[in-house]
Structure formats: C-alpha cells, structure tokens
Nanobody, 126 residues
Framework: QVQLVESGGGLVAPGGSLRLSCEVSGFTLDGKAIGWFRQAPGKEREGLGC????????YYTDSVKGRFTISRDNAKNTVYLQLNSLKPEDTNIYYCAAAIPRMVFYFSDANEYDYWGQGTQVTVSS
C-alpha cells in the first residue's frame, strides 16, 4: 500500500523558514516523481515543484523559485521541501504527491499525480 506522510508544518513568523518532509512507503522512489503542492480553503491546488527521480532534476514554479528548495534522502525514502523567506500569503496546507512520470510530464498539474499525502498546515503570521 502506497502511503505519503507529510510532516514539519507549523506556525512561523514572516521571514522565517520551515522544512517539510514527505515520507514515502509502499514503493521506492526510483522511476517516480514527487511533487509538492499547496491549497488554501476555497482555492485550487497550486503546484510548487517536483523532483523527478528518472533524471534527478528538480523543477519549480516561478512563484516559489529561489525561496523553496526540494531535496531528498534516498536511504529514508523521504523528500523534503525547504521553505525560506516565508510570507503571510504562503499560509496553506502543503501536500506531497507521487507520480510515475510520462515522457511529457506537467509537474505542476495535480492530475499527473496518483498518490497524495494528507497535508500539513503551514501558517505564517506574526
């Protein structure tokens, strides 16, 4: 059974940082892509970036490029999302998701992903 479990969310002051974790079980990360998304109540799920284990590359949307960084720990089957220079508008529920990427893979499209975690809340407030 494939499971993705996010952790690391919480309350942080503007300008602060958090590191979110996505622990994957039920399959190895080889040949998969792990994406990060966020969603606020009443809004569409927004793609942030992904790490593609088929080519080792990471990809980011323009809205977070330079502030958020995706990394991995293969031994722990875990992917991380480092959030820096946080702003109040970054307040969201953050999700990780897993996909088997096709030749043409739209990493920020939630429909590309088959497995989702339960989400972790990030609140940026003073």
């Amino acid at each position: 059974q494939v499971q993705l479990v996010e952790s690391g969310g919480g309350l942080v002051a503007p300008g602060g940082s958090l590191r979110l974790s996505c622990e994957v079980s039920g399959f190895t990360l080889d040949g998969k892509a792990i994406g990060w998304f966020r969603q606020a109540p009443g809004k569409e799920r927004e793609g942030l970036g992904c790490i593609n284990f088929t080519n080792g590359h990471t990809y980011y949307t323009d809205s977070v490029k330079g502030r958020f960084t995706i990394s991995r720990d293969n031994a722990k089957n875990t992917v991380y999302l480092q959030l820096n220079s946080l702003k109040p508008e970054d307040t969201n529920i953050y999700y990780c998701a897993a996909a088997i990427p096709r030749m043409v893979f739209y990493f920020s499209d939630a429909n590309e992903y088959d497995y989702w975690g339960q989400g972790t809340q990030v609140t940026v407030s003073s």
